[in-house]
C-alpha cells in the first residue's frame, strides 16, 4: 500500500515570536453553597478580624465569608479556588475565630501540608492575624526540620494551631498520650490536598484522621485545592465516606496568559532533547533579570544543565540567579527562597520543589521548560506567577524537541476547555494498613473491633474485608504464617483484648521509619572538608569512579570517595561530564493531555494548523502527512517499514510511556502465537516499535482482535517478567510495611542490603506462602504503576472499535523515528548517541531526495 501524500493547508505566519492566549480560571462543576448573606464568626471576635483584613488592604471574597458560615454551621468539605485566591484563611478564621472565643488550651487546629520547606511561610500566614486578638494563641511547626527541644516540649502539650506533614502526624500518633492530646482537636485543614490524593501518603491522612475523629468527635476537616476534577471523590476521601461534604468554590476569574517561545526551524525529524539546548540562547534572550522569574523543568538533571548554560551565557547574572530541587541541600534551599521574597535572587531554575504553597509575591513569570506533560502540572505551575487574587499567571512554553510545539498547541486547547486530570484515591494499599496498625498500637494501643470499624471510616479502606484486616493484624503481631518463628518480626502485643507495643527497641525503629514515600537510597554528598552540598542516589555514586566530574547544585565536582554511604567530592577545574540522573525523572502523558494531543494532531490532519505552534511544526507535519499520513482523532496510525534492521511495526495510540510499555509487551505476546518471532520493543509517549529480524505479516494480524481486553491480566503476566518486577516493587511495599527498616542513625543499611533483605523475604513468601497478602500488592502495583492498568484497559477498549490505518513508509517517519533513537539509545555503542543520529538523519535526506 503506498504512502498517501498530502500537503497541510492553515494560515502562515511568522516563524518565530510567541502566540499569547487569555485562558479562565476552571469552574467548579459542582454548585456554590448556601450562607453568603450571614457570617456566624463569634461576635466578640468578629469585628477584629474583619478589622485586620481592612487594616491588609482586603475585603473578604464571598467563597472565604462562605466557607467561615460553612465551618460555624459544623460542616466539613473541600475548598476549590484558583491558585493565589485566598484557600488558606478561607479555611482558617473560621476556627481560629472559634478558638479565639473558648479560650480553650491545648490543640485545637492542625494544619497538613506535603511540603514541610513550606511551613515556615505557612507558619507566618496563620501568625498574621493573632495581631488584633486579645488571647494567648500560639502557632507552632512539627515537621522533620524542627528542633529537638521543640518536640520534647510538644510531646507535653501541643500549640493551640500546629502546623505538620502527614509523616509528623502519623509520628505524634505514636505517643501513648495521643488520644489525651488530640481530645481539644476543632479542625483539620489539609493544603494542597491534590498533591497526596492518589498515592499513599494521602492514604496515610485519611487513616490519622479517621483516628483523630475517634479522639474528638465533633472534628471538622477541611481540604484545600486548586486543580482537581473528581471533587466529590477528593472531598469524601478527606471528610470519611460517611459525611456528606460541603463545597465551596470561588467566581474569581484568575486568567493564565500563555506563551510559547517557538524556534526559528524546525528539524523534520525530531527527536527527544535535541531542541532542549539549542533554545537555551533565546530562552536566555526572553529572561529579563529585572523580573522575578521561575524556569520549571521536569527533572532535576535537566534544571542542573539549564542552570549551568545560563551561568555560561550570562556571567553578570551569577548574583540573581539560583538552582532549587530536592536534592540539594535544606539550607541552600532556604537562601534561595528567601531571596525570591526579598528579590535579591530574581532568576530560579527549579523543578516541582517549588510547586506547591510557598507564596512568593514578588514572581511575576513562570517559564516552563519542555511539556508539562499534564493539564493540571500547568496550571499549578503558571499559578506560582502573581500568586495574589485576581491577578494574571504568566506562563512560558519552552519546547526540547519538535513534536513538543503539538503537545504545546494541545495543553493550550485542553486548559480553555479546564481538562483537568482526576486524582483518584488508592484503594486498601495493605502496607500502609500494616504500618498504621503499628502506629496505632504505639499511640495507646487499640481493640480489634473498634480499630476496624475507624479504619473502615476511609474511603480507602471503606470496603475491608474483616480476613484482609485479619491477616494484615497477624503481620504485625507474628510476621504472617511464614515468619511467626523470627522474634524481629513480632512488633506488637495483644495484651487481653489489647494490642500494644512493648518492645523499646522495636518502637524508636518504628518511628524512625514512619512515612509512605519510597525512592532509591540516596547518599550524602559532601566536600572533602566537610561541608555538606546534598543528596544523590546511591545508584549513580556507584557508577563513579575517583575523578569523574559532575554537576551538581550548579557546581562542578569532582569525586574522590565513597565512604560510610557518604560521597567525598572536591571541586572541580575541568569541565563535568556526567549529571546525576534521578529515578521516576520521565513523566508520562496524562490522560487529559494526550486525549488533547490527539485532537491536536486530528485538527493538523484537516489542514487547521490554526496555533502559533502548529504552525511552527509545519516541517515536520508536513513531513509525516507526505511519508504517511497524520493521526485522525478517530483511528489509530500503523506504519509498516523494512530496513537493514529487520521488519518494523509503529503503532501510535498516543496514550502514554507507561501505558504504551504494557500495550507493546503485550502485542509481542499475542503475535507470537500467530508465528514465532522474536521483538525488540521502543516505547514513548506517542507510541511504540516492535522489530523483528525475520519478516512478519503484521497487516494481516492487526485486527480488532488482537486488542482484545479478554485475558489481559493473565497475558500481561505472561508478556513480562511480573516476578522479577514485582520482587523490585516488593522492596518498597515491605519497607512501608516495616519488614524491612533502612537501620538506626549511623548504622544505615546500604541498597543493596535492604534490596537483599527484601529479595529473601520475597523469595520466602513466594515459595512458602504464594498468596501473602504483600506479594499480591506489589504485583497490583506493578500493573498500575508500571503499566497504568485502567489507561491500558481503556486504551485496548478504544482499540478495539477504531479503525486501525495501517500504512507502508519506506522509511521510518518523524513519528517513527523517535521511536528508533530511543531503541538504539538503549544500545551500547562507541559513537556518541548524536552522531548516530546525525548520521541517520543525513542517510535518510539523501534518499529521500532520489526518490523525490
Known amino acids: 500500500m503506498p504512502p498517501r501524500r498530502r500537503s497541510l493547508g492553515g494560515p502562515t505566519g511568522p516563524r518565530g515570536g510567541t502566540r499569547v492566549q487569555s485562558i479562565p480560571s476552571p469552574p467548579s462543576p459542582l454548585p456554590e453553597g448556601e450562607g453568603l448573606t450571614r457570617v456566624s464568626l463569634p461576635v466578640d471576635v468578629r469585628e477584629r478580624i474583619l478589622s485586620w483584613f481592612r487594616s491588609q488592604g482586603w475585603a473578604p471574597f464571598p467563597f472565604q465569608l462562605q466557607a467561615w458560615d460553612a465551618y460555624s454551621r459544623g460542616a466539613s468539605g473541600l475548598i476549590h479556588v484558583p491558585t493565589g485566591a485566598g484557600k488558606t484563611y478561607a479555611a482558617y478564621i473560621g476556627p481560629l475565630a472559634e478558638v479565639a472565643h473558648h479560650r480553650q488550651k491545648g490543640l485545637q487546629v492542625l494544619y497538613v501540608t506535603p511540603l514541610r520547606a513550606v511551613s515556615r511561610d505557612i507558619e507566618l500566614a496563620l501568625n498574621a492575624p493573632l495581631s488584633v486578638l486579645d488571647v494567648d494563641i500560639n502557632v507552632e511547626s512539627r515537621t522533620g526540620d524542627t528542633s529537638s527541644s521543640v518536640r520534647r516540649r510538644q510531646r507535653e502539650r501541643l500549640p493551640e494551631v500546629l502546623i505538620t506533614t502527614p509523616e509528623s502526624l502519623s509520628l505524634l500518633l505514636c505517643n501513648e498520650r495521643a488520644h489525651e492530646l488530640f481530645a481539644t482537636l476543632r479542625c483539620v485543614i489539609i493544603d494542597e490536598w491534590h498533591e497526596l490524593l492518589g498515592s499513599k501518603r494521602g492514604t496515610q491522612v485519611e487513616l490519622a484522621l479517621a483516628r483523630l475523629r475517634r479522639f474528638a468527635p465533633g472534628l471538622r476537616t477541611w481540604a484545600l485545592s486548586a486543580t482537581l476534577a473528581n471533587l466529590d471523590e477528593a472531598a469524601r476521601a478527606a471528610v470519611g465516606p460517611h459525611v456528606t461534604p460541603s463545597f465551596i468554590r470561588a467566581g474569581l476569574d484568575r486568567p493564565v496568559r500563555i506563551e510559547t517561545l517557538l524556534p526559528e ?11 532542549g539546548f539549542s533554545m537555551l540562547r533565546k530562552a536566555a534572550d526572553w529572561l529579563d533579570p529585572a523580573r522575578s522569574t521561575l524556569l520549571f523543568t521536569n527533572t532535576r538533571s535537566q534544571a542542573e544543565r539549564w542552570y549551568e548554560g545560563l551561568r555560561f551565557l550570562h556571567p553578570e547574572w551569577e548574583d540573581v540567579l539560583a538552582l532549587h530541587h530536592g536534592s540539594i541541600d535544606r539550607e541552600a534551599r532556604e537562601r534561595v527562597e528567601r531571596g525570591l521574597k526579598d528579590g535579591s535572587v530574581r532568576l530560579v531554575v527549579c523543578t516541582s520543589s517549588l510547586d506547591l504553597g510557598v507564596d512568593f509575591g514578588p514572581v511575576e513569570r513562570v517559564v516552563q521548560v519542555g511539556s508539562p506533560k499534564g493539564i493540571a502540572r500547568t496550571l499549578q505551575r503558571a499559578g506560582r506567577s502573581a500568586h495574589r487574587p485576581g491577578a494574571t499567571a504568566n506562563l512560558l512554553f519552552v519546547p526540547t524537541h519538535a513534536l513538543e510545539l503539538v503537545e504545546m498547541a494541545a495543553a493550550r486547547e485542553a486548559l480553555s476547555h479546564c481538562e483537568v486530570e482526576p486524582r483518584a484515591p488508592l484503594r486498601q494499599p495493605l502496607d500502609v494498613l500494616a504500618q498504621h496498625l503499628v502506629t496505632c498500637a504505639l499511640g495507646g494501643g487499640f481493640t480489634r473491633d473498634k480499630l476496624i470499624s475507624e479504619v473502615r471510616d476511609t474511603l480507602a479502606y471503606r470496603d475491608l474485608s474483616e480476613e484482609d484486616f485479619d491477616r494484615t493484624l497477624l503481620l504485625v503481631t507474628e ?12 512488633r506488637v502485643q495483644q495484651l487481653e483484648d489489647r494490642y500494644v507495643v512493648t518492645d523499646a527497641r522495636m518502637a524508636r525503629l518504628h518511628r524512625l521509619n514512619v512515612g509512605t514515600i519510597a525512592s532509591d537510597a540516596t547518599v550524602e554528598l559532601r566536600y572533602l572538608k566537610g561541608a555538606r552540598l546534598g543528596t544523590v542516589e546511591e545508584s549513580f555514586v556507584s557508577r563513579l569512579r575517583p575523578g569523574d566530574t559532575f554537576l551538581f547544585a550548579g557546581k ?41 494531543v490527539r485532537r491536536a494532531f486530528h485538527a493538523a490532519r484537516e489542514g487547521r494548523l490554526d496555533t502559533a505552534e502548529l504552525e511552527a511544526a509545519r516541517p515536520v507535519l508536513e513531513a509525516q502527512a507526505r511519508l504517511s499520513r497524520l493521526p485522525s482523532q478517530d483511528a489509530c496510525l500503523a506504519e509498516l517499514c523494512q530496513t537493514r534492521e529487520g521488519h518494523h511495526l509503529f503503532l501510535y495510540p498516543f496514550e502514554g510511556r507507561l501505558v504504551h510499555e504494557g500495550l507493546a509487551a503485550l502485542l509481542a505476546l499475542r503475535l507470537t502465537r500467530l508465528q514465532k518471532a522474536t521483538f525488540s520493543l521502543a516505547v514513548n509517549d506517542y507510541g511504540l516499535e516492535l522489530l523483528t529480524p525475520s519478516p512478519f505479516p503484521f497487516e494481516d494480524a492487526l485486527r480488532p482482535a488482537l ?67 504483600l506479594l499480591a500488592q506489589a504485583r497490583r502495583e506493578v500493573l498500575e504503576q508500571h503499566f497504568e492498568q485502567v489507561r491500558l484497559v481503556s486504551t485496548l477498549e478504544r482499540l478495539e472499535r477504531s479503525p486501525l490505518e495501517c500504512i507502508h513508509v519506506p522509511r521510518p517517519t518523524p513519528l517513527g523515528f523517535p521511536l528508533v533513537i530511543e531503541r538504539i539509545g538503549a544500545t551500547l555503542s562507541n559513537e556518541s548517541l548524536v552522531d548516530r543520529v546525525e548520521r541517520m538523519k543525513e542517510k535518510w535526506l539523501r534518499e529521500d531526495s532520489l526518490s523525490a
Do not use: C
Open 479 to 490: 510476621g504472617g504464617p511464614t515468619l511467626r518463628a523470627y522474634p524481629q518480626f513480632r
Open 707 to 773: 486488542f482484545t481486553r479478554e485475558r489481559l491480566v493473565e497475558d500481561i503476566l505472561e508478556s513480562v517478567n511480573l516476578g522479577e518486577l514485582a520482587r523490585r516493587q516488593f522492596r518498597d511495599v515491605a519497607r512501608v510495611a516495616g519488614l524491612v527498616m533502612p537501620g538506626l542513625p549511623g548504622a544505615r543499611k546500604s541498597t543493596r542490603q535492604v534490596q537483599a533483605s527484601a529479595g529473601l523475604l520475597y523469595n520466602v513468601f513466594a515459595r512458602y506462602e504464594p498468596d501473602h497478602l
Open 265 to 275: 526551524s524546525v528539524d523534520a525529524f525530531p527527536w527527544a532533547g535535541h531542541l
Open 556 to 596: 562542578r565536582l569532582e569525586f574522590r570517595l565513597m565512604k560510610d554511604l557518604t560521597a567525598y567530592v572536591k571541586a572541580a577545574k575541568e569541565r563535568a561530564s556526567a549529571t546525576p540522573r534521578w529515578s521516576g525523572g520521565r513523566l508520562p502523558l496524562s490522560g487529559s493531555l494526550a486525549a488533547a
